[in-house]
Each structure stands twice: as structure tokens, then as C-alpha cells.
């Protein structure tokens, strides 16, 4: 059964500094991985995506993350952070196993905490 | 184009109370879920539709949760009774049909129940 692992339940960080929130699955088929962010009291909203192709996605807002299939991996980055961007950040994967399922699982989510 | 509208944002109720939450997804959009999100927790899937078909409910507690789609448009998610476990976020998603954009799911702002 297909996992996601965000080790991280909170990361503080200085505005304007860089970040990496790291994302770890599990799966025995291949995988499309994303990444949502949800600020408070809304809705999830989808930040970027992988389903095939360049291993690095580009999203909104400045962010990026690279697919990294030997280490199972879906690290998101920023290279400098804004006051703005502090909200709970989602990794999930759906399995791709002939066909898409649209099954979304979703790691324990990983709070980004931007500090003027 | 307006999202995915849920209803009501907020309700306390006492436990052994019924509850019911409603969804109206995007226009066109044939795939509907229900996520539970646990406080700290990332979103957990309840329910998929297909139209009216419900094609994925292996993790809704049947014995007190129902939930319906009858015209394949929108939805209602019941509990009756509520237990003071079942307080969290019921979040409504909604999807194009698989292949089409697979995996980005929109949500909408959510519904709190809080049970005392």
C-alpha cells in the first residue's frame, strides 16, 4: 500500500531565507506526486505537480520540487520565503497502475512557520 | 468560474446528533470526494464518485456515516449519531474525469463540526 511520509511537522524560517520541505513515499507502482498548500481556515490548493517527464516541477508562487525516484522523494523547495507563504504545506501521491486512479494520499502535513 | 462551494463552514452539535454537510462541486466536473481532516492530520479519504456511482467508500464508517449523490451533481455527507470523535474538518473535492489533468483535485473551504 502506497505511503507518504513528511518528517517534518513544522519548520520555522526567516523571511526571505530558503526552505526545503521534504516528502518521503512509499509505493509498489509508479506514482504522480503533489504538493498542496492549504493557509488557514481554506481549502487546499494545488502547488505543483509531477505526473511524468522533467523531474523538476515548477509551481506557484516560487515554488519547485524534484522528483527523485531512487530515493523515492518529493522535496519541496523556495529559494526565498515571504511572510505570505506560512501555511500548512500537503505532500500526496496517487498510484499509477494502467491507469490513473485519482486516489489521493496525503502525508501528516508540515506547518511553515515565516518569521520576519 | 466558481469552486467547489460547501456548506454549512461551521457547526457544533451535541454528540448522538444528526449532521449533515452539503457540496456542489465545479461545473463539469464528473469526480466528487469526501476527505476527513483530524486536527495535526492530513486529509483522509471517505468517499469517491463517479457521476452517481459511488466507487470508493472502504473507508466510510457505514454504520453511522451515509452519503449521497443523487443527480451526479452535488452531495450530502450524513452522520447520525455524531460521536465526539467525529469532529474534525469534512472537506468536499471534486476532479475531472481520470486522464484528464489526473490527480488535481480542488477543493473547497471545508466544513468544521465540532461535537460536544
Given amino acids: 500500500a502506497q505511503s507518504v511520509t513528511q518528517l517534518d511537522s513544522q519548520v520555522p524560517v526567516f523571511e526571505e531565507a530558503p526552505v526545503e520541505l521534504r516528502c518521503n513515499y512509499s509505493s509498489s507502482v509508479s506514482v504522480y506526486l503533489f504538493w498542496y498548500v492549504q493557509y488557514p481556515n481554506q481549502g487546499l490548493q494545488l502547488l505543483l505537480k509531477y505526473l511524468s517527464g522533467s523531474t523538476l516541477v515548477k509551481g506557484i508562487n516560487g515554488f519547485e520540487a524534484e522528483f527523485n525516484k531512487s530515493q523515492t522523494s518529493f522535496h519541496l523547495r523556495k529559494p526565498s520565503v515571504h511572510i505570505s507563504d506560512t501555511a500548512e504545506y500537503f505532500c500526496a501521491v496517487s498510484e499509477f497502475d494502467g491507469g490513473a486512479t485519482n486516489k489521493l494520499i496525503f502525508g501528516t502535513g508540515t506547518l511553515l512557520a515565516v518569521q520576519p | ?116
Avoid: M
Fill in chain 2, 1 to 116: 468560474e466558481a469552486g467547489v462551494v460547501q456548506s454549512p463552514r461551521y457547526k457544533i452539535i451535541e454528540k448522538k446528533q444528526p449532521v449533515a454537510f452539503w457540496c456542489n462541486p465545479i461545473s463539469g466536473h464528473n469526480t466528487l470526494y469526501w476527505y476527513r481532516q483530524n486536527l495535526g492530520q492530513g486529509p483522509e479519504l471517505l468517499i469517491r464518485y463517479e457521476n452517481e456511482e459511488a466507487v470508493d467508500d472502504s473507508q466510510l464508517p457505514k454504520d453511522r456515516f451515509s452519503a449521497e449523490r443523487l443527480k451526479g451533481v452535488d452531495s450530502t455527507l450524513k452522520i447520525q449519531p455524531a460521536e465526539l470523535g467525529d469532529s474534525a474538518v469534512y472537506l468536499c473535492a471534486s476532479s475531472l474525469d481520470i486522464g484528464q489533468g489526473a490527480g488535481e483535485l480542488f477543493f473547497g473551504e471545508g466544513s468544521r463540526l465540532t461535537v460536544l
